[in-house]
């Protein structure tokens, strides 16, 4: 039983250390979509993209985080894009 709790302990440490530097987070707050239009993925926010001159259509497109479909969260110190279901 403890080799399983240290194996377990070693993957998940592997299993973070994974995780892409873009995606990392503590908090949800740390995380916003990672394209300037109609995203479907998150990035923590030092690695935003610059929407600053960028114009998007108004519509709402299916599987995005468009129009309140998802939200933005950090799920086990991953920025992740939360689309619900309909």
Do not use: W
Request: hydrophobic residues 35%; charged residues 20%; glycine residues 4%.
């Amino acid at each position: 039983m403890k080799l399983y709790f240290v194996l377990l302990i070693v993957l998940l440490f592997l299993i973070a250390a994974c995780t892409p530097e873009e995606k990392q987070c503590t908090v949800n707050e740390d995380c916003i979509p990672s394209q300037c239009c109609h995203a479907t993925e998150t990035v923590n926010k030092k690695n935003a993209p610059d929407c600053r001159n960028v114009l998007c259509t108004l519509q709402c497109e299916p599987g995005t985080l468009d129009c309140g479909q998802g939200e933005v969260k950090c799920v086990d110190n991953i920025c992740t894009a939360v689309i619900k279901e309909k």
